[in-house]
């Protein structure tokens, strides 16, 4: 499996960075939505929506509210969006506490459900277009990705290795104490050298990057941990089987959608 999960990295690797990299906003955004838009089908899924015409029509309308978004696409709105996913997330950590809560299959919870899943993805797309139309904002974008991805490989090393205590065994028993740890010691370590990258001189700034960097991997977990409880829930061990060995577009991007929000408040709160 994990022979695998190197293969498709690999091969999606040099498409993620020409594409954060190269294009303009406008059209790095565009492509992030249509994404998203596969994101939106498979939460549906999650929620409860088990006919394919029931996704397609979530997925319709989550293309409607990229494309307005998008097109309107004003920093205080993309702020605004954006400051809403980090109280979201908040928020989110006590959803967590209680394992069963939504988790009967009626038409009441798969609402909430879908509505939460509006809350995991449109600040997502938000932030991710704001931080891009900044300032050095190519890089900035990368350097939030980065961090994640080096969260992740961080976690499952140390975890493998050192990993006793289980993080929240009823939700994903794979994850330890000893992963998070170590993906707080990767991240912090990856926000240190791209803030140094990306020119950050002041003291003070680049020591609020590295707590930043910290603070983005601790929401990467909750989202992590909020998309296998969903998944608990629907009785999937997968989102979808788009990537081999990573499974759907939401097994990819759980982590990406919680820490897009924080980190790009914490680069505006921070000046950078």
């Given at each position: ?158 975890g493998r290795y050192f990993g006793r205590r289980k993080l929240a065994p009823r939700i994903s028993p794979g994850k330890t ?86 980190f790009a408040a914490g680069k505006l709160i921070l000046g950078l």
């Amino acid at each position: 499996m994990l022979k695998q999960r190197v293969i498709t990295a690999a091969i999606l690797l040099p498409v993620v960075l020409a594409l954060i990299l190269l294009p303009p906003t406008g059209f790095f955004a565009a492509v992030v939505a249509i994404v998203f838009v596969g994101a939106a089908w498979e939460w549906a899924q999650l929620a409860g929506l088990r006919t394919p015409a029931g996704r397609a029509l979530v997925a319709a309308a989550a293309a409607v509210v990229f494309l307005v978004l998008l097109l309107v696409r004003t920093h205080g709105l993309l702020a605004a969006l954006t400051f809403a996913g980090v109280a979201w997330w908040v928020a989110c950590c006590f959803w967590l506490r209680h394992f069963t809560f939504a988790a009967a299959p009626n038409s009441e919870n798969r609402m909430l459900k879908l509505g939460a899943g509006l809350l995991v993805i449109v600040p997502a797309l938000a932030a991710v277009t704001d931080m891009h139309a900044s300032f050095h904002g190519h890089g900035w974008t990368l350097l939030a990705l980065v961090i994640v991805w080096a969260a992740d490989t961080g976690a499952y090393f140390s975890g493998r290795y050192f990993g006793r205590r289980k993080l929240a065994p009823r939700i994903s028993p794979g994850k330890t104490w000893a992963g998070v740890y170590g993906a707080f010691v990767a991240g912090g370590l990856v926000a240190f050298v791209g803030g140094w990258l990306l020119g950050v001189a002041d003291g003070g700034q680049l020591a609020g990057l590295i707590v930043l960097g910290v603070l983005t991997v601790a929401v990467a977990v909750v989202g992590d941990l909020f998309e296998s409880l969903m998944k608990r829930h629907a009785s999937v061990k997968d989102s979808g089987h788009l990537f081999p060995g990573h499974g759907g577009l939401l097994d990819r991007l759980d982590s990406v959608f919680a820490a897009l929000p924080i980190f790009a408040a914490g680069k505006l709160i921070l000046g950078l």
